[in-house]
């Protein structure tokens, strides 16, 4: 894990790699969970009998929701601020989800500081470049540029 000592550290990290995070598997319980909270139950996602007859690899895929909602967890395993009272999401910019993620898979997420720049009161609004990697997969399941908000 990488620490940053403030903004200023921060800010001259900008167009570097940050880090590579630990693989998390995806597995068919996760997948209808979050089906579940998110009522998006389609059957390429959920229905495991008709995925293994009708799709290729014949397993269900994870939503690419899903995949980026775990963005906030990858950032935090590579990296930390200090001095800070709290960050919000600011947005994402740039998403595209490029692979499927089939069930079993495995998932890390590459993490690098796009843009950095003072917002006031006391803030710091940060680019950071994600690419959430397959484990053994020619692309990436997606890549995104997510900015969040950090106060000191």
Not at 27 to 41: G, L, P, V, Y
Not at 53 to 65: D, N, Q
Not at 100 to 105: A, C
Request: net charge neutral; charged share 25%; proline share 5%.
């Amino acid at each position: 894990m990488r620490i940053f000592n403030g903004f200023d550290e921060l800010k001259a990290a900008v167009g570097t790699e940050v880090g590579v995070s630990d693989w998390i598997e995806i597995t068919q319980e996760r997948i209808n969970k979050f089906a579940d909270a998110t009522c998006d139950e389609q059957w390429i996602h959920v229905d495991q009998e008709r995925a293994r007859a009708e799709m290729p690899g014949g397993k269900t895929i994870a939503h690419g929701l899903l995949s980026l909602s775990m963005a906030p967890m990858f950032i935090r395993e590579v990296m930390g601020l200090k001095g800070l009272k709290n960050t919000l999401n600011y947005g994402a910019d740039r998403i595209r989800y490029l692979a499927p993620v089939p069930s079993g898979s495995r998932l890390r997420g590459r993490v690098g500081i796009a843009e950095a720049e003072e917002v006031p009161p006391n803030g710091l609004r940060v680019s950071y470049r994600l690419v959430i990697e397959i484990d053994g997969g020619q692309r990436p399941a997606c890549v995104a540029e997510l900015i969040a908000l950090h106060y000191r």
